[in-house]
């Protein structure tokens, strides 16, 4: 959320106050092809898997489950010695 937004401030601040777009555009161009690979290569390393769509939304979809079980005080270990 903020560190995207604030790297944009940073830009905007050094492009109209500090420098000129000669000097800002070559550091945008490294800070934008930056963000994705230092994305990925931080999914790769936490999950040991290539990033997929459907595997961020598994992942997002059992930590919301996990989230709402502690919520509502469901012992969810205990649920899975009753179902073996």
Do not use: H
């Not at 930590?63 to 073996?84: E, H, K, M, P, W």
């Amino acid at each position: 959320g903020s560190l995207p937004i604030g790297c944009l401030v940073v830009l905007f601040r050094m492009t109209y106050w500090e420098f000129s777009w000669d000097i800002v555009e070559p550091i945008s161009f490294f800070v934008s092809t930056m963000f994705p690979i230092a994305f990925f290569y931080v999914w790769f390393a936490t999950n040991k898997e290539d990033f997929s769509l459907a595997g961020w939304r598994q992942q997002m979809v059992a930590t919301s489950q996990i989230n709402l079980y502690r919520a509502r005080g469901f012992d969810l270990d205990r649920y899975s010695l009753v179902v073996q």
